[in-house]
């Protein structure tokens, strides 16, 4: 149980109704979306920056670590409150009360907001005035928007549209010491001194709390067009992207599926028939004004003719939901194939490598006998490739450890990241220095220091 001393001056700084240290709330704080767990001490959800600056500048003269946490739909731990010694103090703040969308700016098309905004509620809000915000992570539903600026999310639309990083213009945060600053310039461009902006965006909540950010929205699309293409194998999937791009398509979604997700979407709906044979999948959309919908359709279809085993074209939004609905329900579905647990990696390929780095994932697969599916955003590389496992049996967690090294190295050694948009948290770690050389490990760390050179915030995440 917190100290009283300690939760007196916690109420006293955010007020009683925000202030929550029983056991059972504190449940709700201890997890995110991946495997890790731990209990904060207390739990604070600030209703506005002052208070949290003023929280801060009391954990820092204390020495209280401070994790920062949006949803808890991160898959990598980070903002799990995991302390770095078991007699150590913790505190979770919680952005979830700061939800308020304070402006759409029509002519600046720009949305100022709070950071516990959920992201589809950005979307829906945007859309009602013709604007659209593009960054989709699957889980827009829940995440927030400042989550998605820590982990810098992508999400199926980043082919076309880019992720979170291509939105965020300018932030307001606090330092750990409680100080609060201002980065980057609520203008469509600004180039005064170092971008700060981007050195935020994907931080995992270990430099600063943002309290305040500025995003940049573009015109809402007129019409889109949604295509399911089934073909017999990885590569004819792999390749029949690269040739819509290569006659002039830049769809703004391309999402793969495996064999293995076929199968757990069969499984998980009962009455789907999928074409004989079918070994691959992938999911096209286009977007733009009716007339350039119909026209990238009539390419996209074409250029599949002949390499796809079938193509179903959606004829509404009902039909396209549908096509999206067994997408977005494929990580559920993967409970089907009867395992307890999954590790879920976000590797990135350059796109030229994509079916070498399935050909790998393949052979890892029958090297470590671990059972791995692959699915995910294939338009620019992006692959979520699942480990199932029993974490109960030693021999199933000493295969898939080796298995997943084996998929990070693959990765690499093609000329990809460890990931592509989940972020490094504690499930990465181990990784890092595989992937980045000491000289840039040691010079985050120097940056690190400058922001939080007590090394309260989020410690222990990402080195
Ligand atoms: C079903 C499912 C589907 C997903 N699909 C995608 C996807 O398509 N693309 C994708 O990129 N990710 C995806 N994710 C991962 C996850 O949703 C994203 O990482 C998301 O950005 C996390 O947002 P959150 O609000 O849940 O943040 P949290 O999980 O609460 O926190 C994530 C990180 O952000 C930091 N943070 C949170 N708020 C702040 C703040 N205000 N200031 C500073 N730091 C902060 C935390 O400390 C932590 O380091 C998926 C997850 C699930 C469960």
């Not at 600056?53 to 949006?70: K, P, Q, Y």
């Not at 720009?110 to 979307?123: N, S």
């Not at 013709?130 to 820590?150: E, H, M, Q, R, W």
Request: proline share 5%; net charge neutral.
């Amino acid at each position: 149980m917190i100290a009283s001393p300690l939760l007196r001056k916690l109420k006293s700084i955010a007020g009683s109704e925000n202030v929550f240290f029983d056991p059972a709330d504190l449940t709700s704080y201890s997890y995110d979306s991946s495997s890790f767990s731990a209990f904060p001490q207390a739990v604070i959800l600030p209703r506005d920056t002052e208070t949290i600056s003023d929280l801060m500048r009391f954990a820092f003269n204390e020495g209280i670590s401070v994790f920062v946490r949006g949803a808890g739909t991160g898959t990598t731990g980070a903002s799990v409150p995991v302390q770095a010694r078991p007699d150590s103090k913790g505190i979770v703040l919680s952005m979830t009360r700061m939800n308020a969308i304070r402006r759409i700016e029509l002519q600046d098309m720009m949305a100022e907001v709070e950071p516990g905004v959920i992201t589809g509620d950005l979307q829906k809000a945007t859309s009602k005035v013709g604007l659209f915000y593009p960054p989709d992570p699957a889980s827009l539903k829940v995440c927030t928007i400042g989550g998605n600026v820590a982990t810098g999310a992508g999400g199926a639309r980043a082919v076309k549209y880019g992720v979170t990083r291509d939105y965020v213009i300018a932030i307001e945060a606090v330092l750990p010491s409680g100080d609060i600053i201002q980065t980057g310039a609520r203008t469509a461009k600004g180039v005064v001194g170092y971008d700060l902006t981007r050195l935020l965006v994907g931080s995992e909540g270990t430099l600063a709390l943002f309290s305040r950010i500025w995003l940049k929205l573009v015109p809402l699309p007129r019409d889109v067009g949604t295509v399911l293409c089934f073909f017999s194998s990885d590569e004819d999937a792999i390749s029949a992207i690269s040739t819509i791009f290569s006659a002039g398509v830049l769809p703004r979604c391309a999402e793969f599926m495996d064999a293995l997700s076929l199968r757990c979407l069969v499984l998980a709906n009962p009455g789907l028939s999928i074409p004989v044979g079918a070994g691959s999948a992938v999911l096209i959309e286009v977007d733009g004004t009716e007339e350039a919908v119909t026209t990238e359709i009539g390419t996209v279809m074409s250029e599949v003719k002949g390499v796809a085993l079938q193509v179903w074209h959606a004829v509404d939004s009902l039909e396209a939901d549908a096509m999206w609905r067994l997408r977005r329900g494929l990580s559920p579905a993967i409970k089907q194939l009867g395992f307890p647990d999954k590790i879920s990696e976000d590797i990135c390929v350059p796109r030229h490598n994509l079916a070498q780095v399935l050909k790998r994932i393949r052979a890892i697969a029958d090297e470590t006998a671990v059972t791995i599916l692959s699915f995910g955003h294939a338009g620019d590389g992006n692959l979520h490739v699942n480990l199932l496992y029993d974490k109960n049996r030693k021999t199933d967690i000493e295969r898939v450890e080796i298995a997943v090294g084996a998929v990070m190295r693959a990765s690499i050694e093609l000329g990809g990241t460890i990931s592509g948009e989940h972020g490094v948290g504690l499930s990465k770690k181990q990784f890092v220095g595989w992937e980045l050389s000491q000289e840039a490990i040691s010079i985050m760390k120097g940056i690190k220091k400058v922001f939080d050179p007590k090394g309260i915030l989020n410690p222990g995440k990402v080195f």
